[in-house]
Structures are given as structure tokens and as C-alpha cells.
């Protein structure tokens, strides 16, 4: 489950990466990084969050998307 | 008038603020930070470390016992801190020390977690040490926390424990230059570039510093509120907790594998004539024995054999070195020793410590963190003058102004050390001689006691400083 969410993760980043870099967020990054490193709490955060989610606060300077409630 | 000096230093939080008064250091709180500090030292792991050593004895005073003048701040209230025998920084500390202290902090994260506090920031700069104890000071950093949050200092303990951990441990890079040149830290993404393709695959890269270093880089231009989506999405400390107990075994199985260095094994390789040493600790036993001493510096202090026996008469001694590996050596053996009053520093006398940061009043330069009144530099003089290319009166002059007696140790031209490092150098030290070391020493201390070694190559002398009118 870990593993597997951890080249998910690095499959996202990859794609994110060309984006522009600007001013840097002092922990927005980090803060996501946690739930990796979470171990099972971490995962149960990423799971209710929803892949497409947490994907997308990778991705979030590209897709400007609405607010959406976690998926319960 | 107020005697109330505030620490320049302490400014990032403004919950609270460092300032001295009467040779004593306190910490004013503001309302929130007195809350904090009740919560704080109501719990049961507050007082376990601060009775094991790992969090500074505070106390509260009474406001009224603060002669505060009406330009001061309006504290909400007023702890006193223990004062340590001399502060020092993470670009002074040797790997073994940072690991050390990072893996206190970590301690301290996972046990405030257990009882609903958290901790704000995990600056290195929050630790000191009591001898070779690391020791947090920062008591305004823990604050109760409500669930949901992350882990707020997660991405500063990486810059200024983690990474600079690392880089040394993977790729024998010394932190304490970075250290030095950054009060933040190391960023990830220049700890990323410094690491190796290999290495990504050693523990802590992939997720800790690559992962870390692009999600910082891809969500640099978001419009979400990421610390409410996780707080929604029910982020708690048992996420925190399992990060934090990871990194520490992570850090704790850190090995840094130096290649030689050059002093570590100096004394062992037979630099001395075994009865020089003996006269030599002879000399220093006997400067040391003559009085009592509050706090005496060792510069050059290789493995801290001197240090040794000056701090059997010291309250404290700092012991300074150049050398990583013989900090760090000195640094393990006080450790298991449980010596409590020897502070072992990486320090470059050529190129000390200065003043860095805000207004470049944030760190203080070495000599401005307490006067030694005895100075010990053995051995040392010929690394200054010929490898250092520091003029002979210039040091002397250095050493005057410490504003301590001095054991001071001349290496004369007919030493093989000195031979050595002439080797290689075209000889414009005409300097570096023993009537100009003399006449220098003498217009500026008393010499109390002369002593040629053994050898015949090496003079020992004690010294005490001349008053001037300005001192």
C-alpha cells in the first residue's frame, strides 16, 4: 500500500514538474509529503482524500479547480 | 533607565522574547505564550526531560522582580532560564553532536505529541549543550495543538538536521560550512543536487528530500489552503508520530566514514617526544592547578587531552578544533565518559565564528559569547602564522585580546612540524621566530613561566595579560 502510493505520488510529481517556479510555499509541499511518511494513518489520509485529489494538490498551479469536499 | 538587554537573536516568534538583566538569562511571554507555557509545564514529559537534562530548568518569576522600564514589552509573564556556560551553534557542532541533537528533538516531538503539544518550529539553533548533552532552550516553541494539524517543523527539521546529516553521512560533505553560510538551513533542492544517482536509492533520499524538494517546487503557485484539506480530510498525530519515529531510526543508523583526517590521529603518530607530552601536561597541570578557572578555552584541542586536565580545575572548558573527525572523536569519548563540563567545537582559529544573520546581531562571533579567563594554545601557533599566514604580532595580539592567561606553546624553526609545513612555501615568515614570538608575547603579558621541552625544538610559557588603560 505504501509502495504503491509512493509511485503514484512520483508518477504526479513527474508530470507536475515543468510548471513554473515561483515564489515557494514554506511547507505546502512538505506538508503533503507527511502523509507519505505517515505510514498506515498516513495512507487512510491519502485514501479519503481520493487519489484524484491528492493528485491534484500536486498538480494544483495547472488545474485551478474548485473546492470540493473529501470524498467520505 | 532599564538594564534590560534584549537578545537580538530572539525575534522570530513574537509570543515571547530572550533578554538579560543582572547576569541572568529570562524569556517574557506574551498572553498566548503564557498559556502556552501553563499547558507546557503541567505535563509529565516537561518534567521527565527537564529532569534527565534534555529541556533547560525554567522557572516563573514575578513580573514585579523585572525592573521593566514602559519602552520594554508588556509581558504577560516572565520565565528565568538556567544559564549554560557558553552557547554555540550548529556550524560548530561535529556530525555526532548534530546527530545527537537532532535525535533529541525528535524525542521531544514524539513525547509533547503524547500529551496533545506539538511543537512550532525544529530550528537546530533551539538546542545547546551542557558539556557533551545536548539541551532544548526554546521552551515558547511547544504550544497544545489541535488534531488535524501536520507537523509544523517537519520541513525545517529536514533543512537544518536532515539534510546537512546526509550529506555527510552518503557523501562526506562537512555540513558546517552550509551551516554557516545559510541560517535557514539547507534547502532540499540543494541537498538534492549534492546527492548521487545511487543515493536515491539509501535511506531518506526518495521521500524525505526528492519527493519533498518537488512537491515544494510543483506547489509553489497554489490556490488551495492545504493545512485545512488535510485538517478536513482528518490529518493526526498518529501520522506525525510514525514520521518522526522513522526519521529517528533513520538518523540514528547514520554513518559518516571520513577519510583520514589530519589531526585526529596526531598524537598517536608520534609528533611528541613521550617525554615532551609528559613535561607539557606537567606545565599545563601546574597553570591549571594554580588557581580556579570559570571558563578556559583549549584552541587546538586535537583529541582534548589538555582540555582534560584544565577541566579538573575549570568550571568549564570549550575545546576547539579545525578538524572534524577530532571534534567528533573527542566529542563520543566525553560522551560515554559523561564528562559534563568540556564543550567540544569545530572551530577554524584563522577564520572563527562572526557574527551572522539579521543585522548581523542574530549569531554572535565567538568571542563575544563569554570571556575565557585562561587560553590554552598548544601546538598551535606554527598552523597560525605559517599554514594560516596570520602575522605573528596580529595573533599574540588575538590572544591579548581574549583577555585570559595564556599557556601558550612555541614551535621553534628547528621543528620537524615546522620544517613540514616550510616544505612547500617560499619562507617569508621572517616572523616566525623565537625572539620576535618573545618580544611580542612580552609587550603584551607578563610571562610567569618560561620552559623549553625536551626536545629541544618546542618552549612552553605561561602568560598573563598586561592591564591597559582600556581594559
Redesign the interface.
Known amino acids: 500500500m505504501k509502495n504503491a502510493s509512493?509511485l503514484l505520488?512520483?508518477y504526479f510529481?513527474?508530470v507536475?514538474?515543468t510548471?513554473?517556479?515561483?515564489?515557494?510555499?514554506?511547507?505546502?509541499?512538505?506538508?503533503?509529503?507527511?502523509?507519505?511518511?505517515?505510514?498506515?494513518?498516513?495512507a487512510?489520509?491519502i485514501m479519503?482524500?481520493g487519489w484524484e485529489r491528492f493528485r491534484d494538490?500536486?498538480?494544483?498551479?495547472k488545474t485551478?479547480e474548485p473546492?470540493t469536499?473529501?470524498h467520505e | 533607565m532599564s538594564d534590560i538587554a534584549l537578545e537580538p537573536g530572539s525575534f522570530r516568534d513574537r509570543t515571547a522574547r530572550v533578554f538579560y538583566h543582572d547576569g541572568k538569562i529570562f524569556r517574557g511571554l506574551n498572553d498566548t505564550a503564557l498559556k502556552e507555557w501553563q499547558a507546557l509545564s503541567a505535563t509529565g514529559f516537561y518534567s521527565r526531560f527537564t529532569t534527565s537534562g534534555g529541556i533547560i530548568p525554567t522557572e516563573q518569576r514575578a513580573l514585579s522582580s523585572i525592573p521593566f522600564s514602559p519602552s520594554d514589552p508588556p509581558w504577560a509573564a516572565v520565565l528565568e532560564h538556567e544559564k549554560l556556560p557558553f552557547v554555540s551553534y550548529p556550524y560548530e557542532w561535529s556530525f555526532e553532536m548534530l546527530r545527537d541533537a537532532a535525535l533529541l528533538q525528535l524525542d521531544l516531538v514524539i513525547a509533547a505529541l503524547e500529551e496533545g503539544i506539538g511543537l512550532k518550529d525544529a530550528s537546530a539553533y533551539n538546542l545547546q549543550w551542557k558539556g557533551a548533552s545536548p539541551v532544548f532552550v526554546d521552551v515558547a516553541s511547544f504550544y497544545k495543538r489541535t488534531e488535524g494539524e501536520?507537523?509544523?517543523g517537519?520541513?525545517q527539521f529536514?533543512q537544518m538536521f536532515l539534510y546537512p546529516l546526509l550529506v555527510q553521512a552518503y557523501r562526506d560533505v562537512p555540513f558546517q560550512p552550509w551551516m554557516r553560510g545559510n541560517i535557514d538551513g539547507m534547502d532540499a533542492e540543494v541537498c538534492l543536487n549534492m546527492l548521487s544517482g545511487r543515493d536515491y536509492l539509501r535511506g531518506g533520499v526518495?521521500?524525505?528530500v526528492y519527493?519533498?524538494a518537488?512537491?515544494?517546487?510543483?506547489?509553489?503557485?497554489?490556490?488551495?489552503d492545504?493545512?485545512a484539506?488535510?485538517s478536513?480530510?482528518?490529518?493526526?498525530k498518529?501520522?506525525?508520530k510514525?514520521?518522526a519515529v522513522?526519521?529517528r531510526a533513520l538518523i540514528a543508523g547514520l554513518e559518516w566514514k571520513p577519510k583520514q583526517s589530519t589531526w585526529s590521529d596526531y598524537l598517536k603518530c608520534g609528533h611528541y617526544d613521550a617525554s615532551d607530552a609528559a613535561q607539557k601536561r606537567d606545565f599545563v597541570g601546574d597553570v591549571a592547578a594554580s588557581r580556579a578557572w570559570n571558563l578556559a578555552w583549549d584552541i587546538g584541542c586535537n583529541v582534548g587531552v589538555f582540555s582534560r586536565i584544565i577541566a579538573q580545575r575549570a568550571t568549564s572548558v570549550v575545546a576547539m578544533d579545525l578538524d572534524y573527525q577530532a571534534i567528533d572523536k573527542l566529542y563520543l569519548a566525553l560522551k560515554a565518559e559523561g564528562v559534563t563540563n568540556i564543550l567540544p567545537l569545530i572551530l577554524n582559529v584563522t577564520d572563527p565564528s562572526p557574527n551572522l544573520g539579521w543585522r548581523n546581531l542574530e549569531r554572535k562571533r565567538i568571542t563575544e559569547r563569554g570571556q575565557p579567563d585562561l587560553v590554552l594554545a598548544l601546538a598551535l601557533i606554527h598552523h597560525v602564522v605559517i599554514g594560516g599566514n596570520i602575522p605573528m604580532a596580529e595573533f599574540v595580539q588575538w590572544l591579548r585580546d581574549l583577555g585570559g592567561e595564556l599557556v601558550i606553546e612555541f614551535v621553534t624553526r628547528q621543528d620537524p612540524m615546522v620544517v613540514t609545513l616550510l616544505r612547500n612555501k617560499d619562507d617569508h615568515y621572517a616572523d616566525y621566530d623565537e625572539q620576535v614570538f618573545e618580544r611580542e608575547l612580552a609587550s603584551r603579558f607578563t610571562i610567569a613561566k618560561r620552559q623549553p621541552l625536551g626536545s629541544g625544538t618546542r618552549i612552553m610559557y605561561h602568560a598573563r595579560p598586561i592591564s591597559t588603560s582600556a581594559s
Not at chain 1, 510548471?19 to 498516513?42: E, F, N, T
Not at chain 1, 494538490?57 to 498551479?61: D, E, K, L, Q, W
Not at chain 2, 518537488?214 to 488551495?224: I, L
Not at chain 2, 478536513?232 to 493526526?236: I, Y
Open positions: 509512493l505520488v512520483l510529481v513527474w507536475s514538474e510548471q513554473v517556479d515561483a515564489y515557494l510555499d514554506p511547507g505546502s509541499g512538505s506538508m503533503l509529503v507527511q502523509l507519505l511518511l505517515g505510514g498506515v494513518a498516513g487512510a489520509v479519503k482524500l494538490m500536486f498538480r494544483s498551479s485551478k473546492e469536499k473529501p | 501536520p507537523w509544523v517537519y520541513r529536514c526518495l521521500a524525505h519527493l519533498q518537488k512537491a515544494q517546487k510543483a506547489y509553489n503557485s497554489t490556490t488551495r492545504v493545512r484539506d488535510l478536513k480530510a482528518g490529518f493526526d498518529r501520522i506525525i510514525a514520521n522513522r526519521l
